[in-house]
């Protein structure tokens, strides 16, 4: 079977920034192992399948390991594709998902991803956990990630994980989030996860669930611009709207192509 595979790096606007996502489009679904192995092969943080319904596109997430209850850069990636690749003509899309049914808008150069609130709440760390970490936090909170608030930007960018440590722990579907009150922006963050074949995701869309109520909370802003500062990069503009928030970004294609199953 011959499909389409697109990569799309999500949360910027130039080629090898943001998080890289594939996506490819399916006509029905096909079976639960053969989409792993696909995410598998090909080696991204995410890969998006999704099916046209008319109304509504079925869309979902998939990391080499495990299917995913929300990713925000694939969903963000799967709109670029069927607006700028397959020329969709309508702007709001309608994705039905593990999730929810979640709504983007594709309007001046940004996609607008309308997504659930997880605000944390205060939470215990484990010490496996813990003793991974180069830095200590001075807060730890937990919605579906963990949420461990630092004191500055810098020292979110030099924060080590001891992977031998941290892997023996896991978390799945959820992960770990460190972020601080940016230099140059409201806030910036980092994402790992234990078990995983990418210890640290790039810029990770659905972590924002958590870290727009939270920020806001504590900014007292209801609009903000964040900074996900892995070696990639990726910005995200933020709306916190209640039970629901808006993630907003970029995205620039990387590649058109092919894949072939038996």
């Not at 995913?68 to 700028?84: E, F, I, P, Q, V």
């Not at 808008?105 to 940004?110: G, H, S």
């Not at 500062?229 to 916190?240: H, N, Q």
């Amino acid at each position: 079977m011959k499909l389409n595979l697109y990569q799309v790096d999500a949360f910027t606007n130039k080629t090898f920034g943001g998080n890289p996502a594939c996506v490819v489009p399916l006509d029905s679904w096909l079976s639960d192992e053969i989409l792993l192995q696909i995410a598998k092969e090909n080696a991204v943080a995410e890969t998006a399948f999704f099916v046209d319904k008319g109304d509504k596109i079925h869309l979902r997430w998939f990391t080499p390991e495990i299917e995913m209850d929300l990713c925000g850069h694939a969903t963000l990636a799967t709109t670029h594709c069927l607006k700028t690749i397959l020329n969709y003509k309508k702007n709001t899309f309608v994705f039905e998902t593990l999730s929810g049914d979640l709504t983007v808008l594709a309007e001046n150069n940004l996609y607008k991803m309308d997504f659930p609130s997880r605000m944390p709440i205060p939470a215990n760390l484990p010490e496996t956990i813990a003793n991974s970490l180069s830095i200590k936090p001075n807060e730890i909170l937990k919605s579906r990630d963990y949420v461990l608030v630092f004191d500055n930007e810098t020292q979110i960018r030099n924060l080590q994980i001891n992977r031998s440590l941290f892997d023996q722990i896991n978390l799945a579907p959820g992960g770990v989030i460190i972020t601080a009150i940016g230099d140059n922006c409201d806030f910036v963050s980092r994402f790992f996860t234990p078990q995983t074949s990418i210890l640290e995701d790039p810029v990770t869309g659905s972590a924002h669930c958590s870290l727009i109520p939270f920020w806001a909370e504590k900014l007292q802003k209801k609009e903000m611009i964040a900074l996900q500062v892995s070696e990639r990069e990726g910005k995200l503009f933020c709306e916190e709207k209640g039970d629901r928030v808006l993630i907003s970004g970029q995205a620039k294609t990387y590649s058109v192509g092919n894949l072939w199953t038996d």
